[in-house]
C-alpha cells in the first residue's frame, strides 16, 4: 500500500497541466501589457508635462501684463524672448517635442513649438496640442485636443477644435476637458 502511495507522489506534472500553467502565464502578459502600453503612457507623460508648461507660461503672462499696464507680449514670433528679457522667466521653456506624426505647426505665432496667440480685445492664450488617447478620447471624433490657458479665464483646461489646422483663439473661458 506504501508503495502505491510513494508512486502516486513522484509522477510529477502532466504535459497537458503544464500547457495549461503556460498559456494562462502568456494570457496574463499579454493582459498586463496592454494595461501599461509604453507607448500610451510616454504620450500621458509628455501631455503632463506640457500642460504643466502651459500653465507655467499662462502665469508669467500673466505676470508681463501687470508689470506693462496689462499689456501683454505682441510680437507672436518672440514672446518667449519677451518674456525672458522682461525677467518674468528666467530659462525659456525646451523645445515641446511630439511623437513623428503629431507634430504641431502654429504658424507665425509658435516660439520653440509652444502656440501662443494675442487679440487686444480679448487676451492672450498660450496652447499645446494633446497626444494621449486620454486626452484625445475627450474630443469627439476629428477633432483635435488642445491644452489651453486662457487669460481671459485666467486658468488653463482642455479644448477641442474642430481639426488640428484649427488653434484654440483668445478669449476662451470655456474649457471641454
Known amino acids: 500500500m506504501k508503495n502505491n502511495i510513494l508512486k ?13 500553467v503556460i498559456a494562462i502565464l502568456g494570457t496574463l502578459a ?8 509604453p507607448v500610451q503612457q510616454l504620450a ?6 506640457r500642460i504643466s508648461t502651459v500653465t507655467q507660461l499662462g502665469h508669467t503672462i500673466e505676470a508681463y501684463a501687470t508689470g506693462n499696464n496689462g499689456v501683454y507680449p505682441v510680437v507672436a ?4 524672448t519677451s518674456l525672458v528679457t522682461a525677467g ?5 521653456p525646451a523645445v515641446v517635442n511630439y511623437t513623428a506624426g ?23 492664450v498660450v ?6 488617447n486620454a486626452n484625445i478620447s ?7 485636443a488642445w491644452f489651453v490657458y486662457s487669460t481671459a479665464a485666467g486658468r488653463g483646461g482642455g479644448v477641442c477644435t474642430a481639426n488640428a489646422a484649427t488653434y484654440p483663439a483668445p478669449g476662451v473661458t470655456v474649457f471641454t476637458f
Open 102 to 124: 503629431a507634430a504641431v505647426a502654429c504658424g507665425q505665432n509658435a516660439q520653440n513649438g509652444w502656440c501662443y496667440n494675442y487679440v487686444a480685445a480679448t487676451g492672450a
Open 138 to 144: 475627450k474630443c469627439a471624433a476629428n477633432q483635435a
Open 88 to 92: 518674468e522667466v528666467s530659462v525659456a
Open 44 to 49: 500621458r507623460t509628455r501631455d503632463a508635462g
Open 30 to 37: 499579454v493582459v498586463v501589457l496592454l494595461a501599461l502600453n
Open 8 to 20: 502516486r507522489n513522484l509522477k510529477g506534472f502532466t504535459l497537458i497541466e503544464l500547457l495549461i
Open 77 to 80: 514670433a518672440t514672446w518667449i
Open 127 to 132: 496652447f499645446a496640442r494633446m497626444e494621449s
